[in-house]
């Protein structure tokens, strides 16, 4: 099956991404707040390793870098095709003997590389957490070979004898790769007891599950729980106003229902239309609806690294928040530490059945080492 993933051009001079005219890639913001707030501070102090050595994922300062951090790291394959098909690995420094670590199935953003993704967040909680990150090129800047990456580097793992936890590996990526978590998910769902989506709509908005069914029919009607997660100022967080303005396509409220029916199997779904998601958006006066287009079972505020957040959930026959929306107000398109933390503290609580793929909801569990 070929993925199908949001075409990226690039000028063949400065190799810097061409915009796409009919869509924004942000929404207005403060830069010069963002820059200067907790979040914004906190994300250049993470990158600045990455700056150092952007062409040298491996220097013996990176190494050691992860290793002050608690974490061993290593890359497979930097030498095959430029690098499209490596994919490193970091594992907690003090793992035991006999014990099982879940998965974190990192996928970057378009445009770049897995060595920049590695400073996104999941790092920081790893070692504390206990759970071994994988972060793969899937086969170039667009996770253009997602659906065949997934599988292979999956079972190389395995070969290797990493002691993964295999009723516990999550699909999780940024931008683009949040459509390839969606993808990986779908087509390999006996691998995939969860995903977290940053932003929360890349797969809504144009990812072809309705028109190209095959994507989630090969889900073999297994549930697949998500999160999906993001800022208010990013463009790509679907159901929002500027996304159904500026590009109104019915297919997207068909995306939506295909996931929350038949991936997340929310109980009692009622499927809603474009019409519906737009009337909440403009004339609700509930303001997790204005923001959602949604009406949630549940809905909640937080305030987490300086920054105020809304959510809300859906809910699964067996009582399971089998798909959740979380937003921090006023962010943009970009990927921050509690981000990664609000979305660990999601998946976790997933496990598939290697048996019977029966998805599994755990409310107790603790960390990523069993």
């Known amino acids: 099956m070929q993925t199908w993933l949001p ?17 924004e890639e942000e929404l207005p913001f403060d830069e010069e707040g963002y820059a200067n707030s907790e979040i914004g501070k906190r994300q ?15 220097n013996p300062a990176v190494v050691q870098y992860w290793a002050e951090r608690g974490l061993k790291k290593e890359l497979f394959e930097a030498d095959r095709d430029n690098g ?41 909680l790893a070692p504390v957490e206990k759970y071994i990150v994988v972060y793969p090129n899937n086969g170039g800047r667009s996770n253009n070979n997602i659906d065949t990456e997934f599988p292979r580097v999956m079972g190389e793992l395995k070969a290797k004898g990493y002691p993964v936890d295999w009723e516990r590996v999550y699909c999780v990526g940024f931008s683009s790769g949040s459509d390839a978590s969606a993808v990986a998910a779908c087509t390999c769902p006996d691998l995939a007891a969860a995903v977290a989506i940053m932003p929360g709509g890349q797969p809504f908005k144009d ?48 995306n939506l229902n295909l996931w929350m029916r038949d991936m997340a199997q929310i109980k009692n779904y009622k499927p809603v239309t474009l019409e519906d998601i737009e009337d909440k958006l403009q004339n609700s006066t509930d303001p997790f609806e204005r923001e959602f287009g949604l009406t949630f079972e549940k809905t909640y505020t937080l305030h987490v690294q300086g920054e105020d957040w809304l959510g809300g959930d859906f809910y699964g026959v067996d009582g399971a928040p089998v798909m959740r929306f979380v937003r921090a107000k006023g962010l943009p398109h970009v990927v921050w530490e509690s981000q990664c933390n609000i979305a660990w ?19 107790v569990a603790c960390w990523g080492e069993r």
């Not at 297994?222 to 019915?250: E, S």
């Open 7 to 23: 075409l990226l051009r690039y000028d063949p001079v400065t190799k810097k991404r061409i915009p796409d005219p009919e869509e």
């Open 84 to 124: 499209m098909f490596s994919y490193s690995v970091f594992t907690p420094l003090d793992m035991k003997p006999g014990k099982k670590y879940a998965v974190v199935y990192f996928s970057h953003g378009g445009g770049v590389f897995n060595n920049q993704a590695e400073t996104y967040g999941f790092n920081t």
């Open 44 to 58: 250049a102090e993470m990158l600045a390793i990455f700056k150092q050595y952007p062409d040298d994922p491996m």
């Open 207 to 254: 990812l072809k599950f309705y028109t190209g069914p095959e994507y989630y029919a090969s889900s073999k009607g297994y549930r697949i729980p998500g999160i999906f997660i993001g800022g208010t100022a990013d463009v790509a967080c679907y159901p929002a106003p500027w996304v159904l303005d500026n590009k109104r396509k019915p297919h997207r409220a068909e």
């Open 345 to 363: 503290h999601f998946i976790k609580h997933f496990r598939r059945d290697p048996v019977t793929g029966e998805s599994i909801y755990d409310p």
